[in-house]
């Protein structure tokens, strides 16, 4: 089955540090993976994808992430925390061999970027 | 990027009538659409699957006679809160898979509030 983990309900960090949002999954085929943030009543934002190749993806609004096999994670982070990027992200897998597009999101995690 | 339009962005209505929201893919043919539903500070959890011009895919424990979706075009797919109550009160939200890519863009969310 599949399954996405965000281990931290709440995240905070200092404006200007760097910032980490962990993520892990499970899937029994190849996983595509993606991060989506959301403000306050509205939708989800796109902010970038693993499909495949290079590790390391870039994303919108400085955020990267890095896929990594071995430990089934894919971690969100950026070099340095803007106090508007206080929201709510959300990492999501989608199972490449299940011939479906259904996404299976984490619990999200609340990012707060203290001035 | 694509564009996913959602109406109404907030609606309120009485116990039990019904209530139409509507997602639209502006700029792109959407063969499938998702219905999600989020409970506060709480993660999306997947309702159906709406693939145009056949039936919808209800998830496990939704009720199909109760959340009535229509995608009857490329473009549209409609979700009816039929008979609702106030435990039907909720923030919904749609995605939309283009074809030719791989991730899936949501509209901005309905908030329905039922008194």
């Known amino acids: 089955a599949q399954s996405v983990a965000q281990p931290e309900d709440q995240v905070n960090v200092a404006e200007g540090n760097p910032l980490t949002v962990k993520c892990t999954y499970s899937?029994?085929?190849?996983?595509?993976l993606f991060w989506y943030v959301q403000y306050p009543n509205r939708g989800l934002q796109f902010l970038l994808k693993?499909?495949?190749?290079?590790?390391l993806v870039k994303g919108s609004y400085g955020f990267e992430a890095e896929f990594n096999k071995s430990q089934t994670s894919f971690h969100l982070k950026k070099p340095s925390a803007l106090v508007s990027d206080s929201a709510l992200y959300f990492c999501a897998v989608r199972d490449a061999s299940s011939g479906t597009y259904k996404y299976i999101f984490g619990t999200g995690t609340r990012l707060k970027v203290l001035a | 990027g694509a564009v996913v339009s959602q109406h109404p962005s907030r609606v309120i209505c009485k116990s039990g009538t019904s209530v139409k929201i509507e997602c639209r893919s502006l700029?792109?043919?959407?063969?499938?659409m998702f219905w999600y539903r989020q409970f506060p500070k709480q993660s999306l959890m997947l309702m159906a699957t709406s693939n145009e011009g056949s039936k919808a895919t209800y998830e496990q424990g939704v009720e199909k006679d109760k959340f009535l979706i229509n995608h009857a075009s490329l473009t549209l797919s409609t979700l009816t809160v039929t008979s609702a109550h106030p435990e039907d009160s909720s923030f919904y939200i749609c995605?939309?898979?283009?074809?030719?890519?791989?991730?899936?863009?949501f509209g901005q969310g309905t908030r329905l509030t039922v008194v």
């Open positions: 995605s939309a898979r283009a074809p030719e890519g791989t991730e899936a863009f």
């Open positions: 700029d792109f043919q959407a063969t499938t």
């Open positions: 899937v029994s085929g190849n996983p595509y």
């Open positions: 693993y499909i495949t190749g290079d590790n």
